[in-house]
T-cell receptor, first 115, second 112 residues
Framework: DQQVKQNSPSLSVQEGRISILNCDYTNSMFDYFLWYKKYPAEGPTFLISISSIKDKNEDGRFTVFLNKSAKHLSLHIVPSQPGDSAVYFCAASVSYGGSQGNLIFGKGTKLSVKP | DAMVIQNPRYQVTQFGKPVTLSCSQTLNHNVMYWYQQKSSQAPKLLFHYYDKDFNNEADTPDNFQSRRPNTSFCFLDIRSPGLGDTAMYLC???????????FGSGTRLTVV
């Protein structure tokens, strides 16, 4: 049973508009959430993270929102650029004694930003 | 640049023929992970090393083994690959100080 779910396999957005990628989780013990970006033929690269003590974290064009009661997080990209076209993975973990536990990944959402 | 390097990038092996994938890192991270990602699926953790301590996931097949001879290197051995083992294999490292993962580019394994 998937603990981290990305229900949209793909998303297409016009350049300059907002991209919203969604992620749901089932394990209420998760307390750290991350987004990774993956280009073809490359490994995933870290994009942005959020701790469960926050509901929003912003880094430039990227903002992650966390709704713990709904067990839902989202990644907003504003404005979207063609170079943002990639697969985006949501990941979650449980902290143990101050250290991060193993990451559990979603299936990914392929974002296409059209010029 | 400090990084995680996986070799080879692409590997084709015959059904049942043992294969070894390698991962090296210059980050001096104490934790190393192996993930398996099949087409359109989430990366799935196979096992990880916390320093020299090996941690196997409960549902990782016995066919998959790993070795970590030193901090820098980690190997994934598939003793008798089956067609269902065709996948991308991702190596990642982390330091338990900050928890962020650094991934290699992956090895795409095809079993024929």
């Amino acid at each position: 049973d998937q603990q981290v779910k990305q229900n949209s396999p793909s998303l297409s957005v016009q350049e300059g508009r907002i991209s919203i990628l969604n992620c749901d989780y089932t394990n209420s013990m998760f307390d750290y959430f991350l987004w990774y970006k993956k280009y073809p033929a490359e490994g995933p690269t870290f994009l942005i993270s959020i701790s469960s003590i926050k509901d929003k974290n912003e880094d430039g064009r990227f903002t992650v929102f966390l709704n713990k009661s709904a067990k839902h997080l989202s990644l907003h990209i504003v404005p979207s650029q063609p170079g943002d076209s990639a697969v985006y993975f949501c990941a979650a973990s449980v902290s143990y004694g101050g250290s991060q536990g193993n990451l559990i990944f979603g299936k990914g959402t392929k974002l296409s930003v059209k010029p | 640049d400090a990084m995680v390097i996986q070799n080879p990038r692409y590997q084709v092996t015959q059904f049942g023929k043992p294969v070894t994938l390698s991962c090296s890192q210059t980050l001096n991270h104490n934790v190393m992970y192996w993930y398996q990602q099949k087409s359109s699926q989430a990366p799935k953790l196979l096992f990880h090393y916390y320093d020299k301590d090996f941690n196997n996931e409960a549902d990782t097949p016995d066919n998959f083994q790993s070795r970590r001879p030193n901090t820098s290197f980690c190997f994934l051995d598939i003793r008798s690959p089956g067609l269902g083992d065709t996948a991308m294999y991702l190596c990642a490292t982390s330091s338990d100080l900050n928890g962020g993962y650094t991934f290699g580019s992956g090895t795409r394994l095809t079993v024929v």
